[in-house]
Antibody
Framework: QVTLKESGPGMLQPSKTLSLTCSFS??????????VSWIRQPSGKSLEWLAA???????YYNPSLKSRLTVSKDTSNTQVFLKITSVDIADTATYYC?????????WGQGVMVTVSS | DIQMTQSPASLSASLGETVTIECRAS??????LAWYQQKPGNSPQLLIY???SLADGVPSRFSGSGSGTQYSLKINSLQSEDVASYFC?????????FGAGTKLELK
């Protein structure tokens, strides 16, 4: 059974660094073709793809945020991480991780992050 | 970046009706397109991948079609549980990009 679950701080202050963790089970990120992506969604708005890491360790970023994003994975291939530096109010959103195999076929429940002073 | 233009932004339809949502890509995405359904408070759920392949467990009243830059999602015989927002997404290139969404309501 494939599951993904995001975790994060819930709330943080502007200019801080947001650290998110995607813990998953039921598949291996080392399997050829496997990708885990991060996507966010401000309340009432559409989805914005942020970053991805694939089975080979290659990393991909949204150019509009690239300088602020870092995606990584753990050596056991059971967790993927996302860091966003210098957050501001515009980064307030629900953050999802999702597995890409045939489309984004499994998503986590999302973690709501509020940036506020 | 590939821009995904989705229409309409909102749609009101009656039970049993057939509805169509369209997505246009700013360049050829070679059928690397997915459709997602999202209900309030829930994560998006995959409906269609590779433009026309039905995801596991998705009712057959959902179908996808298209090629090149033009794609569509069709829902036959609309059910009450289909009230949701729908998003298209291209995964041909990074950054993967989503359409702005279509909010489907019952008339």
């Amino acid at each position: 059974q494939v599951t993904l679950k995001e975790s994060g701080p819930g709330m943080l202050q502007p200019s801080k660094t947001l650290s998110l963790t995607c813990s998953f089970s039921g598949f291996s990120l080392s399997t050829s073709g496997m990708v885990v992506s991060w996507i966010r969604q401000p309340s009432g708005k559409s989805l914005e793809w942020l970053a991805a890491i694939d089975w080979d360790g290659d990393k991909y970023y949204n150019p509009s945020l690239k300088s602020r994003l870092t995606v990584s994975k753990d050596t056991s291939n059971t967790q993927v991480f996302l860091k966003i530096t210098s957050v501001d109010i515009a980064d307030t959103a629900t953050y999802y991780c999702a597995r890409r195999r045939l489309g984004f076929d499994y998503w986590g429940q999302g973690v709501m992050v509020t940036v506020s002073s | 970046d590939i821009q995904m233009t989705q229409s309409p932004a909102s749609l009101s339809a009656s039970l049993g009706e057939t509805v169509t949502i369209e997505c246009r890509a700013s360049e050829d995405i070679y059928s690397n397109l997915a459709w997602y359904q999202q209900k309030p408070g829930n994560s998006p759920q995959l409906l269609i991948y590779d433009a026309n392949s039905l995801a596991d467990g998705v009712p057959s009243r959902f179908s996808g079609s298209g090629s090149g830059t033009q794609y569509s999602l069709k829902i036959n015989s609309l059910q009450s549980e289909d009230v949701a927002s729908y998003f298209c997404q291209q995964y041909n290139n990074y950054p993967n990009t989503f359409g702005a969404g279509t909010k489907l309501e019952l008339k």
